[in-house]
Structure formats: structure tokens, C-alpha cells
């Protein structure tokens, strides 16, 4: 990094009010949001009828949102506490990033899975009547956890920052200012208090990996623990897994394109950023790769007669064209592109991270349908509308506004925060300057 | 308020073992009041007490029982003591007239298309014999569903019969992903039924009136099975396909014949559904061998 005076970095990286393209991303981002609710009180009101789910295909993009809201909140744990604890430094800049996208990514996971629910209303007797060995049951426990850890990861090395933007009163306004000295007004910037959150970051980065870890392989399990072709599989936790940091790295690539050139942050995530990340997804790629050979090599070799009508409609039936595009577009264009010196700029990093993202969301759509419009009974003595799914507007609006959501989420904190961390990026170029 | 509940129990429990309920002409056949409005007709009927003695009552205030009322949640998640039971499914009496599935359909209001029984084309390959094959839910002793809800709305009762509780039942359907033998359906939207079975009181052993949001399927009849009485589907077959009984008492009938459970399924060599998985089904079958009908797969069978 280029020597920069502590002056520079902060008047740089101290949160912007959106300009004009922020407002128009703001208020497109509402009207999705808007859209998507008033959908949802449609089916608050008429029932999931409104939806295309019937009983054979009982869940659809609902839950595949879902499973991709899980998948991409890993990333958190990937960037900050993986790479923390390998002593890796390069990544400082972004683990904000990833954090947010994280914390926003799991809540409204949480928000999706209520909106799939039948009765809502009865969401309370989760806690009332809960049995630990519904998966389900798992899957509440472990993603509050995660949430919280990966709120409290967000919050500590926020602190120092929280002081340096107090300083500036007149800027913030009043608001601002409040919630600044509100959530940040005791740190004095002591020794004891860093060496106080020091140690508690390192323990929330040791303990937040196993828990996230657990998030998407129970997830997995919601899948697994039946008897479905195409679920039932011992490799559903780790092929999940893998799949879940891919996704996440190609959303902090994306993410790192949008600030750096919104906010005009160059000099902070620099093109070697970018060179490194897209390295990072490109082995992820790889692993995942290496999973979905063995989830569909393994027994299209077999062909079972269970599984033969599901991987048969994969490969070349009706669900093909997104399950070829799915793999291309989440796996082999991306690394393509990326494991040249040139797909490692910029902007083909931040194409090939769309790629990713997007081929993502499809794949997660394709591991929950396909399966259960394949049963082992045939379907039978059921309207025809229920031998198909093909989601209707209602769906579709949900689904978006949960997505547009949780961009609104990542876009407020930026405006609010700092989304590079202002006083380890001082420290890190004081130390540069120091060796 | 209690003692008017007590008053209102003791009352019932008379004219039920009466076999008939003293009513008055009015709408509640609870209020003392209105049974002063009938006249007597004069005509005497010998009923027996709660004591066991035997009294007169007039005819003219006797009433059929309006409404069995419901057995409470909690007996109703624990089943009836001493029970096993279990059903045969004859494969080689079916020819798909489905009055199972319409009288099924009927008594427990099922939403228009859906059903809780369903009658298979099946060929296992293309050289084997087509048949057909009713489903119910199985009921099985392992059963999946079960094991992955997270309410405890669906539950194994100790009679062996597995059932849904549609006021805990959350509507997350992890049980319809769940069950392999695709027997579950879910209320997508408010039941389409009269205002009449809509208000009567729910039970998790009638299975009526279903509710918007939460799962339904095949519950074995356990109210009519209280009564003494079998499953709709079984009485309503005109082929004697489903016979239903208690595996305790190693006897299974269709109604008109009755059969030893377990020498039944060791001469027609019974078996269940997807063994391999481990479930351990309520539900036997036994193999479409000297059948009584020739398989016709006409399209007036397939409404779908």
C-alpha cells in the first residue's frame, strides 16, 4: 500500500452521503422491497395458494433463496476469521465487507423461512414445542448463533472507527452522531480496552468457524436427512459447505468493485485485492467443482432406478439448460476467466463474481425442486397444475424483495459506516512504514 | 361456569350410554330451560341409566346424539390403550373404482383435487404385470415424518397411528419432503367447506375441519375405530380390497370377511412398501396374484 497520511485515510474512508446514483440505487431497492411485501401480504391473506408450490414440489424458490442467504453469509467467517487466524493481512480492508454482507445475508434467511412457512402466526411454537431432533430445530439454534457472533465481529473492530467518526460532529449531524455516541462513546481508545477486544475477536474468530461450519451443514441436512433421490447423500454437507464460501467470495468481489468504484477507493482495495480474491475463487471454485463431480459422477455411474428419472432430468430433460448454465456460470466460466493474470483486473473479477453469484442462486433452486417433483411413487391422482412448478409473480416478488433487502441493509451501513475499517487500515500502513 | 361444565358432562354421559341425548326443540339441546317447551307425547321408552338401572323417558324428548364430542388433545396424542393397528391392502381385489378415495375425500372434507388416498398405475418394468395399487398413509413405526417435525405436530401414538395436529402444525412441510411415500397434502389456501363442518370443534382424530396452512393425510379413522366402527375406506370399498383390524388381536377385517392377520399375510405372502428404508410400515400388501379383474387403465379412471 502507498503511503498515506492518517489525515488522507480518514477523510477518505469516512462514510458519504449518497449522491445521486445512491439515491436512484436506494429508491430501486425500495420499490423491490415494496413490491415484495405487498406480495407477501397477498399471502397472508389468501395462503400459499398465491404461490406455485402444490404438493409435490412443497418447496421452491422460497427455500432456495433460503439456502443461498445461508451460503453467502458464510463468507464472513471465511474472510475474517479464516484468513485472521492464518495471519493472512492483505484481506484487512475487506473484512468489513464481508461482515455485513454476512450479518444482513443470515438475517434474512431468517426473514425467507418465515415467509415459506404455512401458519406464520405459530412461528412462537417453534420455542414452545421445539424437539432437538428435528433438524429444523438445529438449524434455529446454530444461525441465531452465527448471527450474534457475527454481529458482535462486526461491532468490536467498529469501536475505534465509532471514536474517530464521533470526532467529526459537524458532519454527522445530529442523528448520526447519537447512534455514533450511543454505541461507541465509552471506548477511550486505551491499551487495555484494545487488548480487551483483541482477545475477544480472536476467541469470536475461533468459535465462529465451527458455527459457521454448522449453518450450512445442517442446512445441508434439511436435505439430506431424507430418503429423496438427489438429497440423500453423505456428501451433502461438505459440497454445501464448499459451495457456500464460492458464492460468498464471488459476492465480496462484486461488493469490492461496487465500493471501490462508487466511493472512489483505489488506493485501499487495490487492483492487488482483486488479484489475490480472485485467486481465493478460483480454488474455491476448484473444491466445488471437485464436490459436484462427486454428487452426480457417483451415481449417474450407478443410475439407480430412483435417481435415474431425477438425474436424467438434469443432465439433458427439463431442467438442464439452468443446470448446465448453473455449472458454467457458478464454476467453469469463472475460473476461466479468472485464472488469467488479465480475468484478474477489476472488472472481469467483478463479471466473473455476477457469473458466480448468479449461477449460484440457480443451483441452490436446482438442489431443492428437481428432487421433489421426482418421487418415489409416481405422481398421481393430483390436479395437472401440481406436476409442475414454475413460480408465479408473487414468488418471484418475495423472493426479489428479500434479495433487494438485504442490499439495502449492506447500503445503509456503508452510508452509516465506515465499510473499510478506518483505524486498522492506519495501523496497517504504519506498520508498512515501520518495516 | 365449572359446575355448569360438570352439569353439562354428567348430562352427556347419560343420554350417551342411553344410546340417545334428551333434547329440547331449540338449537342447544344443553339448556334445561327449553326441555319444558316439549310436550310429552305420552309415548314411554325404556332406556338404562348411568347406575344401571332401567328408566322411562318420554319419546317425545329423545334426540340421535347431535355430535360425539371430540376425546381431548392429550388422550388423542396418546391413542387407544391396548390397540396395535393395522391395515391389508389386497392388491389382487383392486380394479380402481376408488370409492376409498371418494368416500375418504368426503368424510374428511379434503380440498377439491386433492386426495389422502391415492390408486397407482403400477409396473414395476415392462414385462411385469401392471396393477393397481391404493396408498394410504403408512403409519409407519419408524416414521420420518415424525422424526423431522419440529413442533411435535405430527406424532406416533401408541396404537401405532400417526397423526397431525393441525392447531401446533406450523406449515413448514419438512414432513411432506420427508415422507417417501408422497402421502402428505398441504391446505394451500382456507378449506373450501360449508360454514357447518367449518365450525365444528377440531379434533386430531376426525382430522375435520382441515385448516389453512398446515399439512393433512390419511389418519387410519381413529374416530370412527373409537366407535368401534373401520376406517371410511374400508366400508366403502365395494371389493373388500382394505381390510383393517389390531395386530394385538391378530385379526384383520374387511367388514364382511375377517381373516387371522397373521396367516393371512403368511399364505398370500404379505409385504410393505419400500422396506429398504427402514420405516417399518402399518400398511401390508397383498400381491396381485389370481386377480378378480383384469387390469384396465381407462382414462375415466384418471381424473388427473
Not at chain 1, 469501536?159 to 460532529?169: A, N, R, S, T, Y
Not at chain 1, 457458478?330 to 448468479?358: D, E, N, Y
Not at chain 2, 391395515?87 to 386426495?115: E, F, T, W, Y
Amino acid at each position: 500500500m502507498e503511503k498515506l497520511a492518517e489525515n488522507k485515510i480518514i477523510e477518505d474512508l469516512l462514510p458519504q452521503k449518497f449522491g445521486k446514483q445512491g439515491q436512484i440505487w436506494v429508491v430501486c431497492l425500495l420499490a423491490v422491497c415494496a413490491l415484495g411485501c405487498y406480495a407477501y401480504c397477498r399471502q397472508l391473506y389468501y395462503g400459499l395458494e398465491v404461490t406455485a408450490l402444490r404438493d409435490y414440489a412443497s418447496w421452491g424458490i422460497y427455500i432456495s433463496n433460503f439456502v443461498f442467504f445461508v451460503a453467502i453469509s458464510l463468507v464472513g467467517s471465511l474472510i475474517t476469521a479464516v484468513l485472521r487466524l492464518t495471519d493472512v493481512h492483505w484481506s484487512t480492508p475487506l473484512t468489513r465487507i464481508a461482515e455485513i454482507i454476512a450479518v444482513s445475508a443470515i438475517s434474512f434467511a431468517g426473514l425467507i423461512i418465515i415467509v415459506d412457512m404455512g401458519r406464520p402466526d405459530r412461528f412462537y411454537n417453534l420455542f414452545t414445542h421445539g424437539r432437538l431432533q428435528s433438524p429444523i430445530i438445529w438449524d434455529v439454534i446454530v444461525i441465531t448463533t452465527y448471527l450474534f457472533i457475527s454481529l458482535l465481529l462486526l461491532y468490536f473492530p467498529l469501536l475505534p472507527d465509532l471514536k474517530i467518526m464521533i470526532g467529526f460532529k459537524e458532519r454527522n449531524g445530529k442523528w448520526l452522531q447519537k447512534l455514533y455516541e450511543f454505541l461507541g462513546s465509552f471506548w477511550k481508545n486505551k491499551p487495555e480496552q484494545f487488548k480487551i477486544t483483541d482477545k475477544a475477536i480472536n476467541i469470536l474468530s475461533v468459535t465462529i468457524i465451527p458455527v459457521a461450519f454448522a449453518i450450512h451443514t445442517v442446512t445441508s441436512w434439511l436435505f439430506a436427512t431424507t430418503y429423496r433421490p438427489g438429497w440423500d447423500s453423505t456428501n451433502f454437507g461438505a459440497y454445501f459447505i464448499s459451495g457456500a464460501f464460492l458464492v460468498g467470495a464471488g459476492g465480496v468481489l462484486i461488493a469490492m468493485y461496487v465500493f471501490r468504484t462508487h466511493y472512489k477507493l483505489e488506493k485501499y482495495i487495490t487492483d492487488d485485492h482483486f488479484d489475490k480474491m480472485s485467486k481465493v475463487v478460483v480454488l474455491l471454485a476448484l473444491v466445488y467443482l471437485y464436490f459436484n463431480i462427486n454428487e452426480f459422477l457417483v451415481p449417474a455411474f450407478k443410475m439407480k432406478k430412483s435417481e435415474e428419472e431425477h438425474l436424467m432430468g438434469l443432465f439433458t430433460g427439463e431442467f438442464s439448460p439452468i443446470f448446465w448454465f448453473a455449472i458454467s456460470a457458478s464454476m467453469l466460466v469463472p475460473i476461466l476467466i479468472l485464472i488469467f493474470k488479465k480475468g484478474r483486473k477489476p472488472k472481469w473479477a467483478f463479471f466473473a463474481g455476477i457469473l458466480v453469484v448468479v449461477g449460484s442462486w440457480f443451483k441452490r433452486f436446482l438442489i431443492v425442486t428437481p428432487t421433489l417433483l421426482h418421487p418415489f411413487l409416481p405422481m398421481h391422482d393430483v390436479p395437472k397444475s401440481y406436476t409442475t412448478y414454475i413460480p408465479t409473480w408473487e414468488e418471484w416478488a418475495i423472493a426479489g424483495g428479500s434479495l433487494a433487502g438485504a442490499l439495502l441493509v449492506i447500503t445503509f451501513f456503508a452510508r452509516i459506516f465506515p465499510i473499510i475499517p478506518i483505524h486498522e487500515t492506519i495501523i496497517e500502513t504504519d506498520s508498512h512504514e515501520k518495516a | 361456569m365449572k359446575t355448569n361444565e360438570n352439569s353439562r358432562r354428567e348430562f352427556l354421559a347419560t343420554t350417551l350410554l342411553a344410546g340417545a341425548a334428551l333434547a329440547g326443540c331449540g338449537g342447544n339441546p344443553f339448556t334445561p330451560d327449553e326441555v319444558t317447551d316439549v310436550k310429552p307425547s305420552g309415548e314411554m321408552v325404556k332406556l338404562l341409566s348411568v347406575d344401571g338401572e332401567i328408566i322411562e323417558v318420554d319419546k317425545a324428548f329423545l334426540k340421535p346424539v347431535p355430535e360425539m364430542p371430540p376425546v381431548a388433545n392429550t388422550e388423542a396424542r396418546v391413542g387407544i390403550p391396548g390397540k396395535k393397528f393395522a391395515m391389508v391392502i389386497d392388491l389382487s381385489r383392486c380394479k380402481s373404482v376408488k370409492k376409498c378415495q371418494s368416500a375418504c375425500n368426503h368424510m374428511h372434507h379434503i380440498h377439491p383435487g386433492q386426495n389422502w388416498i391415492k390408486v397407482y398405475p403400477m409396473q414395476e418394468s415392462e414385462k411385469t404385470a401392471p396393477y393397481w395399487q391404493p396408498t394410504t398413509c403408512m403409519h409407519c413405526d419408524e416414521p420420518p415424518c415424525v422424526k423431522v417435525c419440529p413442533v411435535d405436530a405430527t406424532f406416533k401414538r401408541k396404537d401405532g397411528i400417526v397423526l397431525i395436529d393441525s392447531d401446533r402444525c406450523v406449515g413448514c412441510r419438512f414432513c411432506m419432503a420427508a415422507c417417501p411415500y408422497s402421502s402428505r397434502v398441504f391446505n394451500w389456501e382456507e378449506p373450501q367447506i360449508e360454514k357447518e363442518i367449518a365450525d365444528k370443534p377440531y379434533s386430531c382424530e376426525t382430522s375435520v375441519p382441515q385448516k389453512k396452512g398446515t399439512v393433512g393425510k390419511c389418519d387410519f379413522c381413529p374416530d370412527m375405530v373409537r366407535q368401534g366402527g373401520l376406517p371410511h375406506c374400508v366400508s366403502a370399498c365395494p371389493n373388500g380390497v382394505f381390510f383393517f383390524g389390531d395386530i394385538l388381536e391378530d385379526t384383520v377385517t374387511n367388514g364382511a370377511e375377517t381373516f387371522r392377520f397373521s396367516d393371512l399375510i403368511k399364505d398370500k405372502s404379505g409385504y410393505r412398501l419400500m422396506e429398504d428404508l427402514g420405516t417399518k410400515p402399518s400398511v401390508y400388501y397383498l400381491p396381485p396374484v389370481n386377480r378378480n379383474f383384469p387390469f384396465e387403465n381407462n382414462e375415466k379412471n384418471e381424473k388427473a
